[in-house]
């Protein structure tokens, strides 16, 4: 079965960090742009970042630019968003997807980040 | 900026629905004649699922009763039946470039 799955969520203060993962499974990893999209409680989805197969194109919505970093281990089918300077308003259900450019037909259940004092 | 219409939409079983999506700028790229626009189902507690890219292709696997029309800026899912299952919140979003944006989403329910 094709699957997504990302981890790494959970209860991080003001200021703090938090490296989220996303693990794939059933699929060639490296043949697909990957991309990080977020969904504040009771809101619209919210695209994050996106990263090409080879990672030699990146892009940040720009709340998020000097603060996230988006980065991928072909090696080990896996997708990584290192999340600083952590804000109440970056609290969410962060989803991992896959597909070609920025388009994405694979989801995968997503991991919640909570940003409180 | 993408904005669907309308909010939320209560269809009887077996009837006809619709849903609008209007993007504050064209999505239809000059180079391959494609619109680049996007239709997503989710369901509550679950990751959203692809319907339809490019405006009108659906996904393997989703039912025929869905499709997508429209170009430029204005864009329409259309559930030709509804079933008990399409009971979910649909989403457009537009991938022509960075940032992609997603509208405000539309809640469909049964009537």
């Known amino acids: 079965e094709v699957q997504l799955v990302a981890s790494g969520g959970g209860l991080v203060q003001p200021g703090g960090s938090l490296r989220l993962s996303c693990a794939s499974s059933?699929?060639?990893?490296?043949?697909?742009?990957m991309t990080w999209f977020r969904q504040a409680p009771g809101k619209r989805l919210e695209w994050v970042a996106s990263?090409?197969?080879?990672?030699?194109?990146?892009d940040y919505v720009d709340s998020v630019k000097g603060r996230f970093t988006i980065s991928r281990d072909n090696a080990k089918s896996s997708l990584y968003l290192q999340m600083n300077s952590l804000r109440p308003e970056d609290t969410a259900v962060y989803y991992c997807?896959?597909?070609?450019?920025?388009?994405?037909?694979?989801w995968g259940r997503g991991t919640l980040v909570t940003v409180s004092s | 900026v993408m904005t669907q219409s309308p909010d939320s939409l209560a269809v009887s079983l077996g009837e006809r629905a619709t849903i609008n999506c209007k993007s504050s700028?064209?999505?239809?790229?000059?180079?391959?004649?494609?619109?680049?626009l996007a239709w997503y189902q989710q369901k509550p507690g679950q990751p959203p699922k692809a319907l339809i890219s490019?405006?009108?292709t659906r996904e393997s696997g989703v039912p025929d009763r869905f499709s997508g029309s429209g170009s430029g800026t204005d864009f329409t899912l259309t559930i030709s039946s509804l079933q008990a299952e399409d009971v979910a919140v649909y989403y457009c979003?537009?991938?022509?470039?960075?940032?992609?944006?997603f509208g405000q989403g539309t809640r469909l329910e049964i009537k």
């Open positions: 990263i090409k197969q080879d990672g030699s194109k990146i």
């Open positions: 997807g896959s597909g070609a450019g920025w388009y994405v037909n694979l």
């Open positions: 059933g699929m060639t990893f490296s043949d697909y742009w």
């Open positions: 490019w405006a009108s």
């Open positions: 700028r064209s999505v239809l790229s000059s180079s391959n004649n494609r619109n680049y």
């Open positions: 979003q537009q991938y022509y470039g960075a940032p992609v944006t």
